[in-house]
């Protein structure tokens, strides 16, 4: 199974800009869709943003103009720009894969942190 391994968060002002990284074990290529998930304190995991493998992308509408998703295949990489952060970005941020013909994000990151200090 591919792993997932994110990196680049901590701790900004708010206004500040943050990159996260994923880098994949394995080809992202091969994967479906790969997203940028987040979970803050005492909330579900939510969609933060998304990329297929045909370059499709979405946002949720809490990040629309702030929030950049991309990938560099060459690198097995995928990118997450943050700018114009808030204290409600503030969570834990996870990289996930969907394979081929599935619905779900089944390959997960360990997640990183991002505060966002008002």
């Known amino acids: 199974q591919v792993q997932l391994v994110e990196s680049g968060g901590g701790l900004v002002q708010a206004g500040g800009s943050l990159r996260l990284s994923c880098v994949a074990s394995?080809?992202?290529?091969?994967?479906?869709?790969m997203g940028w998930y987040r979970q803050a304190p005492g909330k579900q995991r939510e969609l933060v943003a998304a990329?297929?493998?045909?370059?499709?992308?979405t946002y949720a509408d809490s990040v629309k103009g702030r929030f950049t998703i991309s990938r560099d295949n060459t690198k097995n990489t995928m990118y997450l720009q943050m700018n114009s952060l808030k204290p409600e970005d503030t969570a834990v941020y996870y990289c996930a894969a969907r394979p081929p013909s599935s619905t779900l994000f089944s390959s997960w990151g360990q997640g990183t942190q991002v505060t966002v200090a008002s």
């Open positions: 394995g080809s992202i290529f091969s994967f479906d869709a």
């Open positions: 990329i297929t493998r045909g370059g499709r992308i």
